[in-house]
């Protein structure tokens, strides 16, 4: 594995953020909006406006996400904030919905609702590392739960579609289940 920086994505990072989601924007031109955008916009817009939007989100702060530099490059990214700055995540209908407990307005209630690593360092075990700053950064930042919804499996280690995380990462990292809504797609908490 290799070792990586972790920092926060602040503006000043903004082009190592983009050589890393490169001239596609990363998933298909997403550029880490998914959550962020309702479906019916995501689908209205192009790869620029996705990018357009993210970028206006990390000048305006604060930091969305985490970086992590492999040798000085960026080569993983994690997004992580307030379940409130991810509004999709926080649907109803969605196996990633809020619980009572932890509701999407209490911005000490965080999220990782997102991952995406350059291609040729997937399958080497980088989201443990991210996850792991991760935890130090909303716990530094006030958070008093952390969640998730991770899968369970994939097809296979270095597939596109684990750009939630592995239910596997989280729970090495103390993440336990709090709720099940969809087999394979745990809702997970780890208490700070």
């Known amino acids: 594995m290799a070792k990586l920086e972790v920092v926060p994505l602040t503006a000043g990072r903004w ?42 989100r990390v000048e305006a702060g604060p930091p969305p996400g985490l970086l992590g530099y492999a040798d000085g490059e960026a080569v993983a990214w994690m997004q992580i904030g307030p379940r409130a700055d991810v509004p999709q995540f926080n649907n109803a209908g969605r196996v ?67 750009f939630v995380g592995s239910t596997r990462v989280f729970a090495a990292a103390g993440f336990e289940q709090v709720a099940l809504r969809k087999d394979g797609r745990p809702l997970m908490r780890l208490a700070l």
């Open 15 to 56: 082009a190592d953020f983009e050589a890393l989601f490169g001239r596609q924007g990363a998933c298909y031109g997403c550029w880490c909006t998914y959550f962020r955008l309702a479906p019916k916009q995501r689908k209205a817009n192009s790869s620029e406006d996705n990018r357009v939007f993210i970028k206006a």
């Open 96 to 162: 990633s919905a809020p619980l009572p407990d932890a509701p999407a307005e209490d911005e000490t209630v965080w999220a990782i609702s997102c991952f995406f690593t350059k291609s040729a360092m997937r399958g080497q075990g980088l989201s443990h590392p991210m996850v792991d700053a991760g935890i130090a950064h909303a716990r530094d930042s006030g958070a008093r739960f952390l969640e998730a919804c991770p899968m369970d499996r994939a097809k296979q280690a270095k597939s596109v579609g684990l």
